[in-house]
């Protein structure tokens, strides 16, 4: 183990109702890191997932601090991946999605890095890409500003805070669910394997070509690298 144990008791517990998800025990064979396209704070998005009836959720939820929220057991799921493969139902049963509290692609607008809504984020939380990454979203701001569609160079950084978060949860979860942590460099874009329900960590972009979380922040990439790749000997 490369990182410090998971405290499962400094989880927050969200009263999250069973309607909203499929408590229904599933094997887990892949891990799928989500971040979230929002500003600080979990309760919106969480709060967001409860206006939907399609059972849309990851079961949890990582704040800029580090502070994990869990919504559901990790043994249940949810539609949390949304692609357009066939077996898109069975693929959303067997994978565990992790969301990441970020604003995603940002852009330079009026003097200020700006997410999709326009929200200014502060430079220390902007991270560049000189050769881009994905492309600007096509919210109704960026679009007002004629940037939409244009290749990202920004986006909102990760914190360190979270991406232990995020090396705690996979070594915890990769004993149990026997999933292989070993690092894949083809996670950053729509991936075959991953469609195909192949064992392992990817990321949102490796189910659907259009989304772009999560970017290939180095630190978290550093963090990827280091986990212990085989689950049954950690």
């Not at 999709?116 to 500003?145: A, D, H, L, R």
Request: glycine residues 6%.
């Amino acid at each position: 183990m490369k990182y410090p144990a998971l405290d499962q008791s400094k989880i927050k517990q969200f009263n999250f109702p069973d309607s909203q998800y499929y408590k229904e025990v599933t094997d887990k064979k892949q891990i799928c890191l989500h971040h979230t396209a929002s500003g600080p704070g979990t309760d919106g998005d969480i709060h967001w997932w409860l206006t939907d009836p399609a059972r849309v959720a990851t079961c949890v939820i990582i704040d800029r601090t580090g502070v994990i929220d869990s919504c559901f057991d990790s043994k249940y799921w949810a539609h949390h991946l949304g692609t357009h493969a066939l077996n898109n139902h069975q693929l959303n049963q067997h994978c565990l999605g992790i969301e990441i509290d970020a604003w995603g692609a940002l852009v330079f607008l009026d003097g200020a890095y700006r997410s999709y809504t326009g929200q200014p984020v502060p430079v220390e939380e902007v991270i560049e890409y000189p050769m881009g990454f994905k492309t600007i979203p096509n919210s109704p701001y960026f679009i007002k500003k004629e940037v939409a569609g244009e290749i990202a160079h920004y986006y909102h950084r990760y914190t360190k805070e979270q991406i232990l978060s995020v090396a705690q949860l996979l070594e915890y979860w990769g004993p149990l669910y026997n999933i292989p942590l070993t690092y894949n460099e083809e996670m950053w874009h729509l991936n075959s394997l991953a469609l195909a329900g192949d064992p392992g960590v990817w990321t949102h972009a490796s189910y659907l070509e259009e989304k772009s979380d999560c970017h290939p922040q180095e630190q978290l990439i550093y963090m990827l690298k280091s986990l212990t790749s085989n689950p049954q000997n950690p």
